[in-house]
């Protein structure tokens, strides 16, 4: 059980809200979190290097020169990895970095984000956002409540508060559907919306 405080869309103290999931520093998994993270930068790599082999390098079906009598080693094409212009040997191919995570791991992992930011001091839970989708409005707020560098996170796709914050150089605005462990790392606050840290918690379980 554990008991997060509340605050109202200007951000002053409104109440709590109780979860029966537990946010006690002994969640904390910080392998889970390298994991998640590691999985994610990996999952942005385009993975596109590409070199030619012998067999992709235009040219070389002409023997280069005669077996014999030159004096040379023999060779049969001009495209071999030993000669000037020939294919690549083991070079990087188109390939996927995709790491698969199971769900007991990112759910873990979004658990120990919430702790660590919890017992830090470092969530604030938001009733709901009242925001007007200005960025001088929104980046006002959070530097007065001191919440920068921040990342808000939202219950709804179309919110004014992801606009408002969009364009804030050190802040980042997401719904819950989309939320990412290695931004919530990435971020030393964390500005989330009731509705979305209850999504978050019952996906917990």
């Given at each position: 059980m554990a008991e997060i405080t509340l605050v109202n869309s200007k951000f002053e103290k409104s109440g709590s809200l109780e979860t029966k999931v537990s946010l006690d520093p002994e969640t904390i998994s910080a392998p889970a979190v390298h994991q998640v993270v590691k999985a994610t930068l990996a999952g942005r790599r385009q993975g596109n290097a590409c070199t030619k082999n012998r067999a992709k390098v235009r040219g070389g079906g002409a023997k280069?020169?005669?077996?014999?009598?030159?004096?040379?080693?023999?060779?049969?094409?001009?495209?071999?990895?030993?000669?000037?212009?020939?294919?690549?040997?083991?070079?990087?191919?188109?390939?996927?970095?995709?790491?698969?995570?199971?769900?007991?791991?990112?759910?873990?992992?979004?658990?120990?984000?919430?702790?660590?930011?919890?017992?830090?001091?470092?969530?604030?839970?938001?009733?709901?956002?009242?925001?007007?989708?200005?960025?001088?409005d929104m980046f006002k707020t959070l530097t007065e409540k001191n919440l920068l560098p921040g990342l808000v996170v939202t219950e709804q796709k179309d919110s004014k508060a992801i606009l408002a914050a969009r364009n804030i150089r050190n802040a980042k605005a997401m719904p819950v559907e989309g939320f990412s462990v290695y931004e919530a790392v990435k971020f030393e606050n964390l500005i989330i919306e009731k509705a979305a840290l209850e999504k978050l918690l019952n996906r917990l379980g």
């Open positions: 280069p020169f005669k077996q014999k009598g030159t004096g040379r080693a023999r060779q049969g094409s001009s495209r071999s990895p030993i000669m000037v212009g020939g294919g690549t040997v083991f070079g990087p191919t188109p390939r996927d970095f995709t790491q698969k995570v199971n769900k007991k791991m990112m759910n873990k992992a979004i658990q120990s984000i919430l702790a660590d930011k919890m017992q830090a001091g470092k969530l604030t839970v938001v009733e709901s956002f009242d925001s007007n989708g200005k960025t001088k």
